[in-house]
């Protein structure tokens, strides 16, 4: 009953709409996805709530009127050091309550551009118990497909494992956006990186890996950041990599996205920067044929994003690569008998029965014995696997992590905008880039957004009425590498925000202010607890100047780094070809591998990144 009483307070049911009655049982749903500290923690706090409750009208708050819980919320909310506990509590439920309100409504239909490419995939409950290949690819996200492409092109006898499944794009319009979020990621979205602040950190687990989830938008690796690759860090690859990234757009038929979808929200953005004079202008994506569904996040539904299970693979299957579904990797083998030193000799997986269940049995796993294995589990998946393999001895090993920490703020305009009618990632302003700030024009489906609503109660719901008329931005910003990747068994993250970081997140919420006003916005959505809205500039930079970034709704999408390439062998745990040090056939062809933050969304970095360092192993 505490999960009723929690979400008839937060969404202040007052029992005139069907709609919330429903939203408890959702957010069952929700919560069962999610790892067992968030499950515990929201359910905690449901019971907090109730005693609070009890104690204040002697009855627990399903058993309350609606004015009733409304007092019990004012006091509440009347203690600033609550606020920030009561937005994390709200987002699970605006995230089932996003869901009931979409079905309400009736889901959009959508059809499909065009039939997906055929894969060859296997699940791992059928792969045999010993087998053998050229080469093993662990990961099937942006990396760890083109390696597969490039090395199954070659020839080679490849096997890429994924430790998720494989979710074809018809699937997607048959399932509401959050059943797909709670399976396409990983933890059910809620991996977290403690620290100062804590940041909320989620990563696809999927064929196709993150790819499936993001949103499409492809920036090309800046000069500038190349250079500081190859002059700084002695990543020989970076020199060359120009042609790889033309290579990777080709392959995801990257252009630039018509304006006939851009949508409501990427409009407001346009006028807005063209009012200012800023730099702005449609972002470059990998969707032809977009419908402005406004998904990408949760899996096209169209098939217009050319993810890489719609690209690549199809590409690295048909030239024999072969995938293996539901297999966790537990760890790369070595022989350590062989003439000049430790090699690669294969990898041992875990696999996963027809139900998805993990195998927990010596005799529930596999090998696959190969002189070759490319580790692209990801920035926060590699490190572990190393660890697991006895090969994560190196001191820089899950260090350097950096994250593109981000921010969103909302504009209230008078008339609709309906901002989830459009293309999801719509508008790139790049007047900041100069000082590591990128806003993207960015909306999702209804609860999802890295945005949180404010208010709780009466105040919330009519936030919730009222979310048509609210434009979007968010912005990242390129950091520092203020993280580490703990763990061997267990990934554990650590992430600790900058000083030089905090303040261009403060120059990053003041920017999107001022370009949403430009546009006409009749006030803006802070994302600050203590101060959730502003009608002017004035009030703006006074809100600002009283508040630190941590006070912010911060969330995070692009983890690199932590199994970085450079030439020093103190420094990097990858040389500067992308050969792990310390062991011979162990290539890294991830996120992890990129030695700094790329300070643009990285998919276009990874691919171009992955298909260098294959490549530069067959030139060998």
């Not at 500081?228 to 020199?239: I, P």
């Not at 919420?509 to 370009?515: I, P």
Request: glycine share 12%; proline share 7%.
């Amino acid at each position: 009953m505490s999960l009723t009483g929690l979400v008839a307070a937060v969404i202040a049911d007052d029992g005139t709409a069907d709609w919330p009655t429903r939203v408890p049982a959702r957010l069952e749903t929700v919560l069962a996805s999610m790892p067992l500290p968030a499950r515990v923690g929201v359910r905690a706090a449901a019971r907090g709530l109730d005693a609070y409750a009890m104690a204040r009208t002697g009855r627990p708050l399903a058993a309350l009127t609606g004015p009733e819980r409304e007092s019990v919320l004012a006091g509440l909310v009347a203690r600033p050091a609550l606020l920030p506990f009561l937005d994390v509590l709200k987002v699970p439920v605006l995230l089932a309550a996003g869901t009931e309100r979409m079905l309400e409504d009736g889901l959009p239909a959508h059809g499909l551009t065009r039939a997906d490419p055929p894969l060859d995939c296997v699940p791992s409950y059928a792969w045999p118990a010993r087998s053998t290949a050229d080469a093993v690819v662990i990961g099937s996200g942006a990396g760890g497909a083109m390696a597969a492409r490039t090395l199954a092109r070659a020839g080679l006898d490849v096997v890429v494992l994924e430790e998720g499944q494989h979710h074809p794009t018809e699937s997607f319009a048959r399932r509401t956006p959050l059943e797909r979020f709670a399976e396409l990621y990983r933890d059910g979205g809620a991996t977290v990186a403690v620290g100062s602040p804590p940041l909320l950190l989620p990563v696809g687990r999927a064929v196709g890996g993150t790819t499936v989830v993001n949103s499409g938008t492809c920036y090309r690796t800046p000069d500038h950041v190349l250079a500081r690759w190859s002059t700084d860090f002695g990543f020989a690859l970076a020199e060359d990599l120009g042609r790889h990234l033309d290579d990777a757009e080709r392959t995801l038929r990257v252009a630039t996205q018509p304006l006939d979808v851009l949508g409501g929200n990427g409009r407001i953005a346009l006028t807005g920067a063209g009012r200012l004079g800023w730099h702005a202008a449609p972002l470059r994506r990998n969707a032809p044929g977009c419908k402005g569904s406004c998904q990408c996040v949760v899996g096209c539904p169209t098939g217009a994003k050319q993810s890489v299970q719609l690209s690549v693979l199809p590409d690295a299957c048909a030239a024999g690569a072969r995938i293996v579904t539901g297999a966790r990797v537990e760890r790369v083998l070595v022989g350590t008998d062989r003439p000049g030193g430790p090699r690669a000799a294969g990898v041992r997986v875990r696999r996963e029965d027809a139900a998805g269940v993990r195998g927990r049995r010596e005799d529930d796993g596999f090998e696959i014995l190969a002189p070759l294995v490319v580790v692209a589990a990801g920035a926060l998946g590699s490190p572990p696997l190393l660890r697991r393999s006895g090969l994560g001895r190196h001191p820089r090993l899950g260090r350097n992590l950096s994250v593109h920490p981000a921010t969103s703020v909302a504009g209230r305009f008078a008339e609709p905008v309906t901002a989830w009618q459009g293309v999801l990632q719509s508008v790139g302003v790049e007047e900041h880039h100069h000082a590591g700030v990128l806003i993207e024009a960015t909306a999702t489906p209804p609860g999802m957004g890295s945005f949180v609503l404010p208010g709780v109660g009466g105040e919330l719901r009519r936030e919730l009425e009222g979310a048509d008329r609210l434009a979007t931005l968010g912005a990242m910003i390129a950091d520092l590498p203020s993280g580490r990747v703990l763990g061997r068994d267990r990934t554990l993250l650590r992430y600790d925000l900058h000083r030089r970081d905090a303040g261009r997140l403060m120059r990053a919420v003041r920017a999107m202010g001022e370009l949403l006003f430009a546009a006409g916005a009749e006030e803006v959505l802070t994302g600050i607890p203590a101060a959730p809205w502003v009608r002017g500039l004035t009030d703006l930079d006074a809100v600002l100047a009283g508040t630190s970034a941590r006070q912010l709704h911060l969330s995070a999408y692009h983890p690199t780094g932590t199994v970085a390439a450079g030439a020093n062998p103190e420094g990097f745990p990858v040389d500067g070809t992308g050969q792990l040090r310390g062991a011979r056939g162990v290539l890294v062809a991830d996120g992890a591998l990129l030695p700094s933050c790329p300070e643009v969304n990285p998919q276009l970095s990874i691919m171009a990144t992955a298909l260098a360092v294959t490549t530069a192993y067959l030139g060998r």
